[in-house]
């Protein structure tokens, strides 16, 4: 049986989780990791962020940075896996809801990152890091104008979201019928050029999450997106920090999932799932979930 998640973010430069401080010995082996349990796809969270970018950038003026981009393509390519690459946010707020110079940025950023990496064949789509639960910050312009941008440069390469739900669990009061409302409103103005749809399954209440997603699959058929689930293997509300998740939570969520899901994603394997994270409960979850999809080991 082929484990169920077969994508995972990579989340290098790091925010709100800490740094594992792998060399790049480690990567390689994690990637490994990643393909016995059946991962095919990796996403980079972000390409840049307040400052900082995951390659040299004359741009941004990053040029001492190490080229961790073009290290996980090489790698990713060797092992035939798929490579999204997360465009630039500015800051957690992406401008303060500044759509046009979020826009500029990530013209100036693709234009870099593509030229760079276009002849490695793992370079296969675009991720927009800009994350949201509803029509605030200007995310309708900006997810219309950076998805454009990206078929701009190259129209065969996939366009890939992950918003969030608006429910309590996110401080919000959406009802899954309020919150495709929402959604069909803002697909309205910029689905065209966007692919994918992943949403954060742990952003709604676990008791509501399968009418959640069975509105976004028929959101995702209306306007011609793919319906993948980010399934999140940390847990949201252990004291506010992230942990990995409980095992018996893991699974119940996966199970729901195969009755809608394109495809299964996960943020993310390296702190939350490998058998080599700094986190000695993900360790385990890594048995567990090998255990019960008998990918490899026992």
Not at 104 to 112: A, G, L, P, Q, V
């Amino acid at each position: 049986m082929k484990g169920p998640i077969t994508g995972t973010f990579i989340d290098e430069i790091t925010y709100d989780i800490p740094s594992s401080n792998w060399t790049r010995g480690q990567w390689k082996r994690d990637l490994d990791n990643m393909m016995k349990v059946g991962i095919d796809t990796l996403i980079f969270i972000r390409g840049g962020f307040l400052g900082k970018t995951i390659y040299p950038s004359r741009h941004f003026g990053t040029e001492s940075t190490n080229d961790f981009a073009g290290f996980i393509l090489e790698e990713a390519a060797k092992r035939k896996m798929k490579v999204f690459m997360g465009l630039h946010i500015s800051d957690i707020d992406w401008g303060k809801g500044d759509a046009q110079g979020e826009i500029e940025r990530n013209r100036h950023f693709i234009d870099e990152v593509y030229h760079r990496y276009e002849g490695i064949p793992s370079l296969h789509g675009w991720y927009i890091p800009q994350e949201a639960s509803k029509n605030e910050l200007n995310i309708t312009e900006v997810m219309k104008g950076l998805s454009y941008i990206c078929k701009e440069k190259d129209e065969t390469m996939p366009v890939l979201i992950s918003p969030y739900f608006n429910t309590y669990v996110t401080g919000g009061d959406f009802t899954p019928e309020r919150h495709g409302e929402e959604w069909h409103a803002i697909f309205r103005e910029c689905a065209k050029e966007i692919d994918i749809c992943a949403f954060q399954d742990g952003s709604a209440p676990i008791e509501t999450m399968r009418e959640y997603f069975r509105v976004n699959k028929r959101l995702c058929d209306e306007f011609g997106m793919e319906h993948w689930v980010n399934t999140e293997t940390f847990e949201r509300d252990v004291r506010r920090m992230y942990y990995p998740i409980p095992f018996d939570l893991l699974e119940r969520k996966l199970s729901e999932h195969g009755e809608y899901a394109d495809k299964i994603i996960t943020f993310e394997f390296s702190h939350f799932l490998s058998p080599q994270s700094i986190y000695p409960s993900a360790r385990n979850l890594n048995r567990l979930y090998r255990r019960r999809y008998k990918r490899y080991g026992k």
